[in-house]
């Protein structure tokens, strides 16, 4: 049997609901554990001091913030070019959730800028990328929300999504053209590189472990509000199929 | 030249199939009359067959490239003048000329009129007489004849013989009898039956 | 498509909405900063390129909309998708048509609004280059808004929600042109991603709305 059979919306959904139990408890879990564990069971930076835990927040946020946007992506090719319904109703789902995601990192991260820089605002390239990101997902969600027809919508919203995609990477090049900043670089994954150096630009191992835990709980929770949300928009456009269908038939 | 010819055509509006199972042919100088009550899908035929909106099943062929479609709208623009509106519909079709189309609508008193200053039936007369100079062979009317007084649907009527008689083809969704002589197709019994739901199938229909 | 051009162009200049419209709001735009901001004038020869960029920006924003909806509601739209030009060309057309009508006239007005925002000499050359490589993208990016809005009866708004992040990049590059350009220093950089962004814009962006045109026309 092939990927494509969880295409099909009943598939979809007995299958997903299957799945969906042990995903809230294992993401959820694997949330308090990995929160609980960063806050209370880290010793403070020597430098940052207790503020650098925000990080257990702000990285998995601003990690599921893009890799919601590359799955709207994802979905959105694969709506047009094999027509697959849940496709498109998966990319819709997940746009809210990324767009929170977003919001999240971002306000993480002026909490966390207000210490650190002295100013809650700084116009970042990074800062500035995910604004940015975040005016994207609003435009993205608002064109779903404005078009009656779903088939017009989801192909509309999958267009939009292509070339939001190209413009968002031209954006982060421009931005980073505009102004270079403030932010650290990506320190986490160098940090899993180069482990057990605790020097200041990275994120050692006693800090990474606690943060690896959060950033698999965050994807995997995230992955469960889009089966979840899916699963409504499934029902929600079944409905639809049907009253469309009594009208017709009336 | 080649007819139009449909088979087994299955249309969808709003996501939901209205009519099904519709096959016919257009031969040159042929023309076809679309019966059926309102909301049966008389327009949403049509437009399918214009290309404007992709069939559910079946096929269209014969119409690439050779359709001229007359909608509700009339596409006018009611700045330009009546010889504007004419010369630019003419000219994005391949530059025909458009003296015959203002003859065969007696619009030559109102050529230099801008088309916002013309009454419903003059706008309608205005919207037929594009058709004139697409130089397009097959037309495709939606309810051609509504605002036009009993002479006009006279000269229209003319004017689609014309054609006729010079190998084109013409699909009409009408209620009135022009008085051409072509068959008339019922949409009544191609209603889109749909079949009970009971699996969760991938369209949704 | 020649044809199509002259008959938008003529349908701007006779509906006196084209011209005068996008000319009369960059105007108002950059007589309203002074007020905000100041008129001290070092201080305004500092945001000038900024400003004229943002208020061009801003102008050509104001007339998408009617670029594509005037010829949905009388149904020109159906008409011109059956007629043997490409829906891509269409596009392509309205697009220039727009630039034409509305970013031409705002190029060669920003230099009078320069004086007025006290841009320093070396700007000029460089502000009207840059908004003469950039406006033509921010009409075929704002083509695209309108493709995708075309069917919706209040587009207006949503419209300019899709179509300002699209600006971003073009925005970026096309007002450090003209700010490094007004402080004299090296151009080459935004000056190629500018023209970049619009050759690329026009490349391949018709192919995006005229898909979107499709899907809304069935």
């Known amino acids: 049997m092939s990927l494509w059979d969880y295409a099909n919306p009943k598939k979809f959904l007995t299958t997903s609901e299957k799945v969906m139990p042990a995903l809230w408890v294992v993401s959820i879990a694997g949330m308090v554990i990995g929160l609980v564990w960063g806050f209370f069971f880290t010793p403070d930076d020597f430098r940052q001091g207790s503020t650098v835990k925000i990080i257990y927040l702000h990285v998995p946020s601003a990690l599921m913030a893009i890799n919601a946007w590359l799955m709207m992506l994802v979905a959105s090719l694969i709506w047009i070019v094999r027509r697959h319904h849940v496709s498109a109703l998966a990319a819709r789902a997940a746009a809210p959730v990324g767009v929170t995601m977003t919001l999240i990192a971002l306000v993480t991260g002026a909490i966390w800028g207000q210490p650190m820089w002295g100013t809650w605002w700084a116009w970042d390239p990074r800062l500035t990328s995910f604004l940015i990101l975040f005016l994207f997902y609003l435009g993205y969600i608002a064109l779903w929300e404005a078009i009656e027809d779903p088939d017009t919508a989801a192909d509309l919203t999958s267009v939009l999504c292509l070339v939001g995609s190209v413009f968002a990477i031209l954006s982060r090049y421009a931005v980073n053209f505009w102004n270079q900043g403030l932010h650290q670089g990506s320190s986490v994954f160098r940090a899993a590189a180069v482990a057990g150096t605790d020097t200041e630009e990275k994120v050692s191992n006693i800090f990474f472990a606690p943060l690896l835990v959060c950033m698999i709980s965050f994807a995997l929770f995230f992955i469960v509000l889009v089966l979840y949300r899916t699963g409504t928009e499934i029902r929600a456009r079944r409905a639809r199929a049907l009253m469309a269908r009594e009208r017709a038939q009336a | 030249m080649t007819g139009l010819s449909i088979s087994d055509l299955a249309v969808l509006r709003g996501g939901v199939p209205v009519l099904e199972g519709i096959s016919f042919t257009l031969e040159p100088g042929q023309a076809v009359i679309l019966r059926g009550p309102n909301g049966i899908g008389k327009t949403t035929l049509l437009r399918t067959i214009a290309g404007l909106q992709p069939p559910l099943a079946g096929t269209v062929s014969g119409a690439e490239d050779r359709i001229a479609y007359a909608a509700h709208a009339d596409g006018i623009k009611p700045t330009l003048s009546v010889t504007e509106n004419l010369t630019f519909w003419a000219s994005v079709f391949g530059g025909q000329d458009i003296a015959p189309a203002i003859a065969a609508f007696r619009l030559e008193a109102l050529a230099q009129r801008p088309a916002g200053a013309l009454s419903a039936g003059q706008k309608r007369r205005l919207g037929l007489a594009r058709m004139l100079v697409t130089g397009r062979p097959i037309w495709l009317f939606d309810e051609p004849t509504v605002s036009l007084d009993r002479e006009a649907v006279g000269w229209f009527a003319d004017a689609v013989r014309t054609h006729l008689a010079g190998g084109g083809m013409a699909l009409l969704a009408t209620h009135i009898d022009l008085g051409l002589d072509g068959q008339v197709l019922d949409l009544a019994p191609f209603k889109a039956v749909l079949d009970h739901l009971d699996d969760f199938d991938e369209a949704f229909l | ?218």
């Open chain 3, 1 to 218: 498509m020649i044809a199509l051009l002259l008959r938008d162009i003529r349908l701007a200049m006779r509906a006196g909405g084209g011209f005068g419209l996008g000319l009369a709001f960059f105007l108002i735009v950059c007589t309203l900063v002074p007020f905000a901001i100041g008129p001290q004038p070092d201080l305004l020869a500092r945001v000038a390129p900024g400003v004229l960029w943002l208020g061009a920006l801003l102008a050509c924003l104001l007339s998408l909309d009617r670029m594509l909806a005037l010829d949905w509601e009388d149904g020109s739209l159906d008409l011109l998708a059956t007629a043997p030009l490409p829906l891509e060309a269409v596009v392509l057309i309205k697009a220039l048509a727009h630039w034409l009508t509305t970013g031409l006239p705002l190029v060669l007005a920003a230099p009078v609004l320069g004086v007025l925002l006290n841009l320093p000499v070396e700007g000029y050359g460089w502000l009207v280059l840059s908004l003469a490589v950039g406006t033509p993208a921010l009409s075929i990016i704002g083509g695209f808004g309108a493709a995708l809005t075309v069917g919706l009866k209040r587009g207006g708004l949503l419209l300019s929600l899709l179509v300002l992040p699209l600006y971003v990049p073009t925005l970026i590059f096309g007002a450090e042109l003209a700010r490094r350009g007004a402080e004299a220093q090296p151009t080459t950089t935004p000056l190629l991603m500018l023209a970049g962004i619009t050759a690329g814009c026009l490349a391949l962006l018709p192919l995006a709305s005229a898909a979107a045109l499709r899907v809304n026309l069935r």
